[in-house]
């Protein structure tokens, strides 16, 4: 399959919502404790704000959106850490038509040579832990545990 990662435009955005919703859905899924059903789960002026970041990126697939990735650029500066430039993904999803497909590598791919390109050292994110497929591909990535978020209900 022929993916393309590009930076997103504004005709992207109701492609994004759709997929951005289907996230949501599974989240509601796993911990409707938490996680509610949402109009819009991405607002429009964050979804624009990202675009003249150029922190917004798409994958497409014969010319279709089959995936989105949003990203920040993190400085991390303090006396008790090693200062560092990363990547952080924010949000990452793929459409349920073309999960399983290589999109997600295809992302991981073009964020090494972003990472080479803006000299960052290095690239996270946070995944839920009940999501052991997305799990299973940052591991198969060389994504490795940083840490580990915990909760007392």
């Not at 109701?14 to 599974?26: D, K, S």
């Not at 509601?28 to 150029?54: G, K, N, T």
């Not at 999803?93 to 295809?106: F, L, N, P, S």
Request: with cysteine; proline share 1%; net charge negative.
């Amino acid at each position: 399959m022929d993916i393309h990662i590009r930076n997103a435009t504004i005709d992207d955005y109701q492609t994004a919502e759709a997929i951005m919703r289907q996230v949501q859905q599974l989240h509601i899924d796993w911990r409707p404790d938490i996680y509610r059903h949402s109009e819009i789960v991405l607002p429009a002026d964050i979804y624009e704000q990202a675009l003249r970041d150029r922190t917004f990126f798409v994958a497409e697939c014969g010319g279709h959106v089959a995936g989105i990735m949003m990203i920040l650029y993190r400085h991390i500066e303090s006396t008790n850490q090693v200062t560092r430039d990363v990547i952080f993904i924010d949000s990452m999803a793929v459409d349920e038509q073309y999960r399983g497909k290589g999109i997600g590598h295809a992302f991981f791919d073009f964020l090494k040579e972003l990472k080479r390109q803006k000299g960052c050292d290095g690239i996270e994110l946070q995944v839920n832990a009940r999501n052991k497929a997305a799990y299973q591909m940052y591991v198969n990535c060389g994504f490795t545990e940083k840490s580990i978020n915990m909760e007392l209900l």
